[in-house]
């Protein structure tokens, strides 16, 4: 935290003005009290509002009276008494220095989307303000429920904001398509993110012995029906050729925010944890596309086209053939 120097000299109000507004910005937005007793509250009085104005006042007092009185002895006297205040203010600083919990405001210059981040940073700062020095870095951990709650907000946030990318690339890890199903709040956000003129494109990312299964197909492929009935692009990726870096869960944000699934979150989210960055997305949007495919069709939707095609007369009633499956999918790469 930076300490104003105080010039030799000055009058009183210089003094009030400054150190008032040094006292208020120890304790500003997002800052936590330690404990709450009768000095602390005396000692936070000395960088409030109505403190500055007595400073202020006063000095103005002094001033005119040691004009008037042109008396040696005033004069000392006002100097120690303006010694005597400017030792107790700085003092009351210095104890509010250790009794609060002092805050370092974020960048949002260094941040992939600054106007984005500017919208998401006050509520995250908030709601979680136990994580106030990650944010100021771009960067979050969320646990349990929080994954949910903030992968919406950030959702509804891009629907809301102007930005030029109002477009999400998830990427999902799907070895229990049963789950993801369960998830009827998110689908009902991504719905109206898409009504609000957003775009959402879904990469599902399944093992080659999963998606030859006739069960896991039969729930893969009611998943993707509730998704493409909202609007959702979706795409498919066979995992088994994908190298590590490529195979993650992850949702990115237009440009401004990616969410990274280190754990999956469990039905009821009472587990899961995951990351927000708000730096460098433009190396997730790289990686998505990567895999994801570029031009009119992607080759991730060709091949999406092509696994259902294939599977959907079989669940219908034509009979299983995972033989035939496992060649469709080798037809579409």
């Known amino acids: 935290m930076r300490v104003l120097p105080l010039p030799a000299g000055a009058p009183f109000r210089h003094y009030g003005s400054v150190i008032g507004r040094l006292l208020r910005g120890s304790v500003g937005m997002g800052a936590q009290k330690r404990e709450k007793d009768p000095v602390s509250r005396i000692v936070t009085g ?13 000095s103005l007092v002094a001033m005119v009276y040691g004009w008037v009185a042109h008396s040696p002895d005033a004069k000392n006297l006002l100097l120690g008494a303006e010694t005597l205040l400017v030792v107790a203010v ?3 600083y210095m104890w509010l220095h250790n009794a ?5 405001r974020a960048n949002s210059r260094q941040m992939s989307d600054p106007a984005y981040f500017e ?12 994580d106030y020095e990650d944010i100021a870095d771009g960067l979050l951990w969320l646990y349990a429920a929080k994954v949910r709650e903030v992968t919406e907000f950030l959702m509804i946030t891009l629907a809301e904001a102007k930005a030029s990318d109002r477009r999400v690339r998830a990427v999902d890890l799907t070895v229990d398509p049963g789950l993801l199903a369960t998830r009827t709040n998110y689908l009902a956000v991504n719905r109206k993110f898409i009504t609000a003129g957003g775009a959402i494109d879904r990469l599902f990312i399944c093992w080659s012995k999963d998606l030859t299964d006739e069960g896991f197909a039969e729930n893969f492929l009611a998943l993707v029906a509730e998704h493409k009935k909202i609007g959702v692009r979706c795409g498919l990726a066979v995992r088994d050729p994908l190298t590590s870096d ?11 925010a990616v969410l990274v699934e280190e754990e ?5 989210y009472t587990r899961g944890r995951s990351q927000v960055r708000f730096k460098s997305t433009d190396r997730w949007i790289a990686k998505f596309e990567s895999v994801w495919g570029v031009g009119g069709t992607p080759a991730a939707a060709l091949r999406m086209q092509a696994y259902e095609t294939t599977v959907r007369p079989m669940l219908n009633g034509a009979g299983w053939d995972g033989i035939r499956v496992k060649e469709s999918l080798n037809d579409a790469d």
């Open 100 to 104: 609060y919990i002092r805050l370092r």
């Open 119 to 130: 919208l998401v940073r006050g509520p995250l700062e908030r709601d979680l303000v136990s």
């Open 264 to 268: 999956q979150g469990t039905e009821d």
């Open 246 to 256: 490529l195979a993650m869960d992850y949702i990115v944000f237009g440009t401004g």
């Open 46 to 58: 000395l960088g409030g509002q109505a403190m500055a104005a007595v400073l202020t006042i006063v």
């Open 90 to 92: 700085v003092g009351g």
